[in-house]
């Protein structure tokens, strides 16, 4: 079994910073594209930033310059640094990846439990 544990999120002021967490563990043979959604009550998921094995990174408009994905292969942990937060920037934030696991080689799409970020005027 695979999964995907979030941490580092929290409340903190406008312009202020977090550093988002997210570990993939158990039978993993390959983590492909890992990446971050957020989610806001009564809305759809959108995407916040990805990152492919190769480190190909991409970029929701609303968080261009503002935000930094990046990923530790070796620790297959992936991690969303996010500096000049806005109030618009609250919301549960959802680590996601692209697993191929170890025992029977299956493609798989997996989410995080998901972790709270809220941005105070």
């Known amino acids: 079994q695979v999964q995907l544990v979030e941490s580092g999120g929290g409340l903190v002021q406008a312009g202020g910073s977090l550093r988002l967490s997210c570990a993939a563990s158990?039978?993993?043979?390959?983590?492909?594209?890992m990446g971050w959604y957020r989610q806001a009550p009564g809305k759809q998921r959108e995407l916040v930033a990805v990152?492919?094995?190769?480190?190909?990174?991409n970029y929701a408009d609303s968080v261009k310059g503002r935000f930094t994905i990046s990923r530790d292969n070796a620790k297959n942990t992936v991690f969303l640094q996010m500096n000049g937060l806005k109030p618009e920037d609250t919301d549960v934030y959802y680590c996601?990846?692209?697993?191929?696991?170890?025992?029977?080689?299956?493609?798989?799409?997996?989410w995080g439990q998901g972790t709270q970020v809220t941005v105070s005027p």
């Open positions: 158990g039978s993993i043979f390959r983590l492909d594209t």
């Open positions: 990152i492919t094995s190769g480190g190909s990174t």
């Open positions: 996601n990846a692209a697993v191929i696991e170890y025992t029977y080689y299956r493609s798989m799409e997996l």
